[in-house]
Antibody, heavy 123, light 106 residues
Framework: QVQLVESGGGVVQPGSSLRLSCAAS????????MHWVRQAPGKGLEWVAI????????GCADSVKGRCTISRDNSKNTLYLQMNSLRDEDTAVYYC????????????????WGQGTMVTVAS | EIVLTQSPATLSLSPGERATLSCRAS??????LGWYQQKPGQAPRLLIY???NRATGIPARFSGSGSGTDFTLTISNLEPEDFAIYYC????????FGGGTKVEIK
């Protein structure tokens, strides 16, 4: 069964760091481009970061650039999102999502989503 | 940055009715436009990709159309499980979502 499971969320203070994990099962993570998408409480969806399947392009949205690092551990079939210098506006559910086509440089259309992990930034 | 504007913000309809949701882009996104459905407490689900292609397992009552800057998602015969929020999304340069349309029971 194809599945993504996020973890690592929680309540953190402004200025702190957090690493989110996205464990994949039922498919090989390194064959697909992967993304992080977040959703603030009661708000819409915001794309956060991209990791091309061949690692040739890795990047973060302007709203988190400089504070965001996305990485992958092929041995664990897991994707990570490291967020630093967290701000109140980073409070959101963070989803990882899979590109629709495997071994394609950039698709940007997401056919598998995790259930999300909640990050709350509050003092 | 290409901005997507969805309308209306809320659509109040009864089961069995037809829903027509609009998504307008601030500049052309070619055919790189998709639609997602999200229910409370759940992750989004891909419905339509590249304007008019239904994702795996999506019923035929969902259809997409449009080109360039103006796009439409049509739900031909609303089922009770279709009441949800719908987001359009383009994938030019980087993915961007519209603000969403809530389809609620009238």
């Amino acid at each position: 069964q194809v599945q993504l499971v996020e973890s690592g969320g929680g309540v953190v203070q402004p200025g702190s760091s957090l690493r989110l994990s996205c464990a994949a099962s039922g498919f090989t993570l390194s064959s697909y481009g992967m993304h992080w998408v977040r959703q603030a409480p009661g708000k819409g969806l915001e794309w956060v970061a991209i990791f091309w399947y061949d690692e040739s392009h890795i990047g973060c949205a302007d709203s988190v650039k400089g504070r965001c690092t996305i990485s992958r551990d092929n041995s664990k079939n897991t994707l990570y999102l490291q967020m630093n210098s967290l701000r109140d506006e980073d409070t959101a559910v963070y989803y990882c999502a899979r590109d629709r086509i495997q071994q394609w440089s950039y698709v940007g259309s997401f056919d598998v989503w995790g259930q999300g992990t909640m990050v709350t930034v509050a003092s | 940055e290409i901005v997507l504007t969805q309308s209306p913000a809320t659509l109040s309809l009864s089961p069995g009715e037809r829903a027509t949701l609009s998504c307008r882009a601030s500049q052309s996104v070619s055919n790189y436009l998709g639609w997602y459905q999200q229910k409370p407490g759940q992750a989004p689900r891909l419905l339509i990709y590249d304007v008019s292609n239904r994702a795996t397992g999506i019923p035929a009552r969902f259809s997409g159309s449009g080109s360039g800057t103006d796009f439409t998602l049509t739900i031909s015969n609303l089922e009770p499980e279709d009441f949800a929020i719908y987001y359009c999304q383009h994938r030019v340069n980087w993915p961007t979502f519209g603000g969403g349309t809530k389809v609620e029971i009238k």
